[in-house]
């Protein structure tokens, strides 16, 4: 029982009153002399093992502590009690399966996608938008209707130029949840939709219609365009110049450049690597 806490009347108050203020308890009463609830004090503490920082898992020896179970008002065994705030929050009694134990705990702890959006908040605050994109995209999978998965998905696709796939986010928000964040990214994505349009970008456009087949251009524009996160727009001209010739290896480190600098799990970046590669061989 190595994951568990026995609550004994010396630590009850830190555990039951203080402890349960910042995280779940849950509280399994056993018997040595009543196998069932000893077997749901097992299932639970292994059913718990790996959620520590979410529900704490707490044991109350009925024949060793008495006082400790007439103060919860236990009738009879096995019972569980899950404690917040020093209140009694829900509970299971009777002998339980597997499946009512998951049933039970499944309401209680974090969900897949709460974990990856964690995660993902983590890395988006250090920066790392190339590791936070595939774990948010996960996020997303798993729920397509919480505000703020979508949040944090739309400000990963701005900052990896997704102009249209952030402002498609976005719409679709919700009254309710257009909060100070969605204000905050609705200003973002117009600053990020008029730097993917520069003057300098401008110029280069009307220089390359006027002389289509010049390559150092074509180079610069592709340049411009990965910098402002134009990435479809720059490996669209690199591919094309690859593809006319084969031994043009400056286009050709340009576009892994463009493709290294995309986040893992990019569709675009799958698809010209498959682009490229049918290519070769």
Same mark, same amino acid.
């Given at each position: 029982?190595?994951?568990?806490?026995?609550?004994?009347?010396?630590?009850?108050?830190?555990?039951?009153?203080?402890?349960?203020?910042?995280?779940?308890?849950?509280?399994?009463?056993?018997?040595?002399?009543?196998?069932?609830s000893?077997?749901?004090?097992?299932?639970?503490?292994?059913?718990?093992?790996?959620?520590?920082?979410t529900?704490?898992f707490?044991?109350?020896?009925?024949e060793?502590?008495?006082?400790i179970?007439?103060?919860?008002?236990?009738?009879?065994?096995?019972?569980?009690?899950?404690?917040?705030?020093?209140?009694?929050?829900?509970?299971?009694?009777?002998?339980?399966?597997?499946?009512?134990?998951?049933?039970?705990?499944?309401?209680?702890?974090?969900?897949?996608?709460?974990?990856?959006?964690?995660?993902?908040?983590?890395?988006?605050?250090?920066?790392?938008?190339?590791a936070?994109?595939?774990?948010?995209?996960?996020?997303?999978?798993? !729920?397509? *209707?919480?505000?703020d998965?979508?949040?944090? @998905? +739309?400000?990963? $696709?701005? #900052?990896?130029?997704?102009?249209? &796939? /952030?402002e498609?986010?976005?719409n679709?928000?919700?009254?309710?949840?257009?909060?100070?964040?969605?204000?905050?990214?609705?200003?973002?994505?117009?600053?990020?939709?008029?730097?993917?349009?520069?003057?300098?970008?401008?110029?280069?456009?009307?220089?390359?219609?006027? !002389?289509? *087949?010049?390559?150092?251009?074509?180079?610069? @524009? +592709?340049?411009? $365009?990965? #910098?402002?996160?134009?990435?479809? &727009? /720059?490996?669209?001209?690199?591919?094309?110049?690859?593809?006319?010739?084969?031994?043009?290896?400056?286009?050709?480190d340009?576009?892994?450049?463009?493709?290294?600098?995309?986040?893992?799990?990019?569709?675009?970046a799958?698809?010209?690597?498959r682009?490229?590669?049918?290519?070769m061989?």
């Open positions: 029982m190595t994951n568990s806490l026995a609550i004994t009347l010396e630590n009850f108050q830190q555990v039951i009153l203080e402890q349960s203020k910042n995280q779940l308890v849950l509280v399994g009463f056993w018997a040595q002399s009543i196998p069932e000893v077997e749901l004090r097992d299932k639970l503490a292994t059913a718990l093992a790996n959620h520590s920082d529900m704490v707490a044991t109350v020896d009925c060793s502590q008495g006082q179970a007439q103060q919860f008002g236990i009738q009879g065994l096995p019972t569980a009690v899950l404690v917040k705030d020093g209140q009694p929050l829900d509970g299971l009694s009777g002998p339980q399966t597997d499946e009512s134990i998951d049933e039970f705990l499944t309401k209680y702890l974090p969900k897949p996608q709460d974990l990856l959006l964690a995660q993902a908040q983590a890395l988006v605050a250090e920066n790392n938008i190339a936070a994109f595939p774990i948010i995209n996960q996020a997303y999978q798993l !729920d397509s *209707e919480r505000a998965i979508k949040l944090v @998905l +739309a400000n990963v $696709y701005i #900052q990896t130029g997704k102009i249209a &796939d /952030a498609t986010l976005l679709s928000i919700k009254m309710i949840d257009q909060d100070s964040e969605y204000k905050s990214l609705m200003a973002k994505l117009e600053l990020a939709a008029q730097a993917a349009d520069s003057p300098e970008i401008q110029a280069l456009e009307q220089e390359l219609k006027a !002389d289509p *087949e010049n390559i150092a251009l074509q180079h610069k @524009l +592709a340049a411009q $365009y990965s #910098q402002v996160n134009r990435n479809e &727009d /720059a490996l669209a001209i690199l591919f094309q110049l690859v593809q006319k010739d084969g031994a043009d290896t400056t286009s050709k340009l576009l892994l450049d463009v493709l290294k600098s995309l986040p893992d799990g990019d569709a675009l799958s698809q010209y690597r682009k490229l590669y049918t290519l061989y």
